[in-house]
Nanobody, 117 residues
Framework: QVQLVESGGGLVQPGGSLRLSCAVS????????MGWYRQAPGKERVLVAS???????NYLDSVKGRFTISRDNAKKMVYLQMNNLKPEDTAVYYC???????????WGPGTQVTVSS
């Protein structure tokens, strides 16, 4: 069984930065395509950034140029560097594998990101 644990969230002022981490544990050979999602209060969870096993990345238009997804395949870790944060980035952030257009595993607890002055 695969477990996902996100960390690194917090309260930050507009324009600030945070680096989120996602640890993938369990009996899997490789983590494959991975994504960072976020869910704001009262809204659906959306895919923010994704990365293939060889590092090809895609981003939600609203975060392009500000967020960077990266990964350490050997450690089964995925990261999301978030710069120039805006109040609209406030959400719970989750990571998950992506397969067939959907999430590969059960969701982890997520990590709260709050951008506020």
């Amino acid at each position: 069984q695969v477990q996902l644990v996100e960390s690194g969230g917090g309260l930050v002022q507009p324009g600030g930065s945070l680096r989120l981490s996602c640890a993938v544990s369990g009996s899997i050979f490789s983590i494959g395509v991975m994504g960072w999602y976020r869910q704001a209060p009262g809204k659906e969870r959306v895919l923010v950034a994704s990365s293939t096993g060889i590092g090809i990345t895609n981003y939600l238009d609203s975060v392009k140029g500000r967020f960077t997804i990266s990964r350490d395949n050997a450690k089964k870790m995925v990261y999301l560097q978030m710069n120039n944060l805006k109040p609209e980035d406030t959400a719970v952030y989750y990571c998950n594998g992506i397969i067939g257009g959907g999430n590969r595993w059960s969701w982890g607890p997520g990590t709260q990101v709050t951008v506020s002055s």
